[in-house]
Nanobody
Framework: VQLQASGGGLVQAGGSLRLSCEVS????????MAWFRQAPGKERAFVAA??????STYYAEPGRFTISRDDAKNTVYLQMNGLKPEDTAVYYC?????????????????WGQGTQVTVSS
């Protein structure tokens, strides 16, 4: 299983970005998907997750970010609005081939390479 994240970039505070993560697998609908981020000098932190059916979503901080998935495209998205400088980090997508959403990195089986998000003030 390979995950390919994209969509990062440089944006001003208050702006928006949409991250995408395409997963190479024939069983994408069986995976719980999540986004984590890691800022310099900090541990990898949970951002959002979506269950296998796509009916339930979970957030570290509800309000500015929206996670969604398109099983026909094997892709999970993270729409980020109202970005702040403290959102600057490398964002990673991750997949979990088990039931139940988890908020810890160790619970995920596969990881993408990360995409840099930089928010300027």
């Amino acid at each position: 299983v390979q995950l390919q994240a994209s969509g990062g970039g440089l944006v001003q505070a208050g702006g928006s970005l949409r991250l995408s993560c395409e997963v190479s697998t024939r069983t994408f609908s069986s995976y719980v998907m999540a986004w984590f981020r890691q800022a310099p000098g900090k541990e990898r932190a949970f951002v959002a997750a979506i269950d296998r059916a796509g009916g339930s979503t979970y957030y570290a901080e509800p309000g500015r970010f929206t996670i969604s998935r398109d099983d026909a495209k094997n892709t999970v998205y993270l729409q980020m609005n109202g970005l702040k400088p403290e959102d600057t980090a490398v964002y990673y997508c991750a997949s979990r081939f088990r039931t139940g959403v988890a908020r810890t990195a160790v619970a995920y089986d596969y990881w993408g390479q990360g995409t840099q998000v930089t928010v300027s003030s």
